[in-house]
């Protein structure tokens, strides 16, 4: 499947105060919000010691989502015409099925990871990983408030063709926690891509005084949280309450510009 979505991060104002406000939305244009979801995420990401999923452009994950597990495995990051991203993503149910369907996949492409069928344990994830010889490289926390995004011009429309999320994100860097607050337009359909320009447009009008396209995938973003954090150049940036400053985004923009 092909991923698109566009990220937006919170340039001034109150966070609390610019989160009632998308909170409380229920139409834009011809986009209609429905009420709020929770969500909670405990992803997982993997890499040989060789870092041979980063050299071939591959995001492997293990997800928790609220009670379910999942094995994702994303591509190479494209910018599209609206600002944000398209990718390849393949998500499953965690099961020795997707597992080797995956392992296949990048065996394909080159990614020589070790599996035999004795690896995979069903009820332990990382058991499954470390028999495999991969490794952690990034934990993340996301408390996850998302809508449901249709098009009330469209009769017969199925509903929902994407999502609005507010992921309020918890990187974990040195025995420290780091904030992160993004917010994602998703497409969920390939029906309505065409109004993915559209949608971007009208929310980017409505907000576009305290908010901006952020570039970069959250697995980027929090490899370079860790490297800035660990030199020192964000001690600064960081809240007392733990989150990022503004200007921390332009330092991390920098960074993974020159990387």
């Known amino acids: 499947m092909l991923e698109s979505e566009v990220t937006f991060i919170i340039t001034s104002g109150?966070?609390?105060?610019?989160?009632?406000?998308?909170?409380?939305l229920k139409s834009i244009g011809e986009y209609l919000f429905s009420p709020i979801q929770q969500q909670n995420i405990e992803d997982i990401y993997?890499?040989?010691?060789?870092?041979?999923?980063?050299?071939?452009?591959?995001?492997?994950?293990?997800?928790?989502?609220?009670?379910?597990?999942?094995?994702?495995?994303?591509?190479?990051?494209q910018p599209n015409q609206w600002g944000g991203i398209n990718r390849m993503e393949i998500e499953e149910p965690w099961s020795q099925a997707s597992l080797e369907n995956i392992h296949s996949k990048l065996?394909?492409?080159?990614?020589?990871?070790p599996y035999e069928k004795h690896f995979f344990v069903q009820d332990n994830p990382i058991a499954t990983i470390t028999n495999m010889q991969?490794?952690?490289i990034q934990k993340r926390d996301t408390?996850?408030?998302?809508?449901?995004?249709?098009?009330?011009?469209?009769?017969?429309?199925?509903?929902?063709?994407?999502?609005?999320?507010?992921?309020?994100?918890?990187y974990y860097v040195r025995n420290n926690t780091i904030k992160h607050l993004e917010i994602e337009l998703e497409m969920t359909?390939?029906?309505?891509?065409?109004?993915?320009?559209?949608?971007?447009?009208?929310f980017m009008n409505r907000y576009k005084s305290i908010m901006q396209i952020w570039p970069h995938n959250k697995l980027s973003t929090g490899k370079?949280?860790?490297?800035?954090?660990?030199?020192?150049?964000?001690?600064?940036?960081?809240?007392?309450?733990?989150?990022?400053?503004?200007?921390?985004?332009?330092?991390i923009d920098q960074y993974l510009?020159?990387?």
Do not use: W
């Not at 109150?14 to 409380?24: F, M, T, Y």
């Open 134 to 136: 991969l490794l952690v």
């Open 14 to 24: 109150s966070d609390d105060d610019v989160l009632a406000k998308i909170k409380s």
């Open 224 to 251: 370079a949280i860790n490297h800035l954090y660990s030199t020192g150049e964000l001690s600064s940036l960081i809240r007392d309450n733990k989150k990022l400053d503004p200007k921390a985004y332009t330092l």
């Open 189 to 202: 359909s390939n029906l309505y891509q065409a109004h993915q320009g559209s949608l971007v447009n009208n």
């Open 143 to 170: 408390h996850r408030t998302k809508k449901d995004i249709a098009i009330d011009t469209i009769d017969d429309s199925p509903g929902k063709f994407a999502e609005l999320a507010i992921d309020s994100c918890k």
């Open 46 to 77: 993997l890499d040989t010691e060789e870092s041979s999923l980063n050299a071939h452009h591959f995001a492997l994950r293990i997800r928790i989502l609220n009670d379910q597990t999942f094995i994702t495995l994303k591509g190479l990051d």
């Open 107 to 113: 065996k394909d492409e080159g990614v020589m990871i």
């Open 257 to 259: 510009s020159i990387t």
